[in-house]
């Protein structure tokens, strides 16, 4: 590709559409949004700093409140109208030494790539050694019973559902192995489990994620093995039914630690005290940068002020921009920011969450009444021209959920970007700044302001 | 990212949409080619031979003849009704020895990356050294005039503009310098010319691309310049306007090589002799694997007949992949294949061409008469499931344009998939196998053989 006189036809077409869509107001405004994201954009750079000088941030870690600080200052930086943190009590899990994991038979020990599921009991000083037995889904466990499970780790196998085109589809069809395998297998007397990655490609990289215990069964250390790593102690099992797993992991829980969410905003002049809410999470897991999952999110929103301000843009309402803490295990900063929205009785038009990797713009998720449903979509002609075409009643986001109990009407609004590499990265040691496309960041910022100005503008 | 209790109300709207879409044949008939896609699909196996076990293949080089071996053998082993080659003359440009250039000043010398031009002649055995000049414009350049222009190297500096959302547009503004830029340069006296690389990104590497000399002029040496290293030039530029550059390139043109494009058919059982082809070109140029341009589109396009031979279809109209050889420089494999339907009295309904890389599924731009773009727009319900939404008069394709003039009936139809990132490895270095998705290139193969699936049951 290609050759240049071929796009004279195609030129001509682009500038005809162009020239009718920018003939209302709100189009014009928009422009003006998505080129100031795309000529001036900050957030690739602060991703940049987010990711690279700082890193992963889980709850309660140095780096965690490195990145509050730092969010704050950025936010100062800009002359948001005002800058403050939330104090929130967070738990403080550890990861410790890197995990070790082998296949083992009375012939062979093969390693294979392990690492903690978020708050997992550690096995101990020494590695837990015992016979696996393979299952795919909870049922399948279940059936099993007490006599074929007790004493054993439960190896949970079931991948992700590669034909559905969205890949949180797929995702949600898997996760409760993640989610309740390890206290499903301890009701029947398990001493482990081991569940295959969340991840639709085949490669080596553990992903992380958090489980729930059960408090009423005992509590056993659960990993998360590599695709590659599953799709191995499978082949072996086949062949050799009685094999042991063996698996060291040094992680713990520590007393819970004092944290914050972090918020910037810009007033409104006509209705301050109506809000419009954009945010993503500030922590991440440990095993990488956190760049999509969520640097993104906490540097998009950011942006979005950003780019009001440096517009001169006036808005009707407030516009904040909101860093929740604690996302990945235990949503405390979306339950204290909801917590302190119902004490300090302030009215939601709407919370957008961008939570879903930094990619390329698909449209947004809703979760409101079906008339805010229909008011957002009657904005597509606005927003498709910028590749927002998939508006509509959909997933909204973990950490404005909680506002949903204290504010009947505020409409939740999620992020859409393109979801075929989100798993790829999702929880692993990959999700890196070099996996972020520049562009791509810069026009989910962008996407989000341009809703927000005309959630600002109208209202709902 | 994220709490999986957030996808109960998501994932029942999932289910209610899905059933409602699956309740037409064609819509369930979608649904298969997908799935066939996305669990047993060989796109992205097939092209990581062709970029890591072939590599880079420009026209009459080693690599681009098996290239045709390669995939001739692979649609045989696909058991395609009918395999052939069509011979093609080609030129043969090579690169010679890696390129070196410097900016020079009484103090200094700084050294910057770049890359021939593709079809640019050489420097000689030895640097070309000269003073150099920045222009923005062709129109610039004229302005200059001789006077200030003999004798020295043209710099064009011009960026792609951020601002376009498409970054097609962004390339199709900016091409003229790379294209035209030295023959216009040579016309004035210029000795050599230089041009920011058509990449939106910064970085430190050199894309390449074709240039196309002026025969009434004397053909000078262009070489592109990597985007760090033209912002460098020119801000040293601004210090010291008598700055030299020098540089050194070993590029020739060789005698044309017998070279061809390969076809495999599934034949139409009702209508044999009406065509749909789909194909993608599979020259590329020799800086890195061309894994998206183009592997990408000649590895979709033979899993669009794989696909359709693996779900038993039969189809009522001829399906054709084609491997056009020789699009990046001479788009000899696209005239010939238009002369031979010619000659052979062919009537296409259709021809796709996917080379915009292997990113994820956009739709599909269309050059055809009004009633033939509305015919296929009217299919956009059974295709936006799948992220088609862009669906219009649009680019088609470089290899399968000539066929416009010897077919007046046909669609020309180009596959697009989304823009943002391809321009940060088009034409260079980077453009390897691992920069593809598995998923976003499955998708592509799909998209393809859903439209052709339409396009053969209702024709056009």
Known sequence: MLLLRTFLIFSAFI?????????????????????????????????????????GRLSGSPEAEKAVQWSKQLMESYK????????????????????????????????????????????????????IIEVKTLDELKALGRSKVQGKIVFFNRPMDPRRVSTFEAYSGA?????QGPSEAAKLGAVGVVVRSLNLFQDDLPHTG?????????????????????????????????????YEMHCETLPEVKSY?????????????????????????????????????????IEVLRIFKNLNYRPKRTIRAVMFMNEENGVRGGRKYAELAKANQEKHVAAIESDAG??????????????????????KPL????????????????????????DKNAALIGFTPDSQRYFQYHHASNDTFDK????????????????IYLLDKYGL
Chains 1, 2 share one sequence.
């Open 436 to 451: 972020v496309n520049k562009r791509e960041l810069e026009l989910g910022g962008a996407s989000m302001a341009a809703l």
């Open 358 to 379: 930094g990619f390329t713009p698909r449209g947004f998720g809703i979760v409101a009444e079906p008339s805010k449903i229909n008011a957002i979509s009657k904005w």
């Open 383 to 406: 927003l498709s021209p910028y590749g927002l075409h998939d508006i509509g009643l959909g997933h909204a986001g973990t950490d404005i959920e909680p506002l949903a109990e204290v």
């Open 210 to 246: 958090s489980l729930r215990y059960d408090e009423t069964v005992p509590k056993i250390p659960a990993a998360a093995i590599s695709t590659n790593g599953a799709d191995k102690l499978s082949q072996m099992l086949q062949a050799d039914p009685n094999l042991n797993f063996s």
């Open 175 to 179: 996760g409760d192995q993640r989610r």
């Open 80 to 131: 948001f109208d005002k800058v403050y943190l939330q104090e929130v009590m967070v738990p403080h899990w550890v990861r410790g030494a890197k995990e070790k994991a082998s296949i083992q038979s009375s012939k062979s020990k093969v390693e294979v790539p392990i690492c903690a599921l978020g708050g997992s009991v550690g096995t101990g000083k020494t590695a837990l050694t015992a016979p």
């Open 15 to 55: 500038i005809s559409r162009k020239c009718f869509a920018q003939t209302s107001p709100d189009s014009l405004y928009i422009r003006q949004i998505f080129d100031e994201a795309l000529t001036n954009g900050q957030s690739y750079k602060n991703l940049d700093y987010l990711s690279n000088k700082i890193g």
């Open 261 to 301: 969410n972090v918020i910037g905003e810009l007033r409104g002049s006509e209705k301050p005290n109506e809000i419009i809410a954009v945010g993503g999470h500030l922590d991440s897991w440990d095993l990488a940068d956190g760049a999509h999952d969520d640097g993104t999110g906490c540097t998009q929103s």
